[in-house]
């Protein structure tokens, strides 16, 4: 166990390891999910205007940088959350924070 540990945390130090990475074979609902979005967008720009698109652009750009934050932080509570429950796994009892 300790040697699997380690080679993770080694991976880890090393960029060999991005924890922001997702399985690569997403389930079949997350598939129909990002066909409809694709499909809506399509839809959606086909009706508008040239300064209409520029502004759906920046519009969608926004929500991807506010996705990627949120990503991140989601990442960084549960990576807390984790140790915490290492912590307290380890002592034999609750951690305070």
């Known amino acids: 166990m300790d040697g699997d540990v380690m080679n993770v945390l080694e991976d880890f130090w090393y960029g060999n390891l991005d924890p922001a990475e997702y399985d690569a074979n997403p389930s079949k ?8 979005i694709s ?10 205007t040239e300064d209409q698109k520029e502004l759906f652009s920046r519009y969608t750009d926004c ?12 990442f960084q ?3 807390r959350l984790g140790g915490r429950m290492m912590l307290e796994v380890m002592r034999g009892g609750a951690v305070n924070e």
């Not at 609902?29 to 409809?36: F, I, M, T």
């Not at 399509?42 to 508008?48: D, I, P, Q, S, V």
């Not at 929500?63 to 989601?74: G, P, W």
């Open 29 to 36: 609902e997350y598939k129909e999910l990002v066909r409809l």
């Open 39 to 48: 499909r809506n967008e399509e839809k959606l720009l086909a009706t508008m």
């Open 63 to 74: 929500v991807r940088e506010h996705q990627a934050m949120a990503v991140c932080l989601l």
């Open 77 to 79: 509570n549960s990576f």
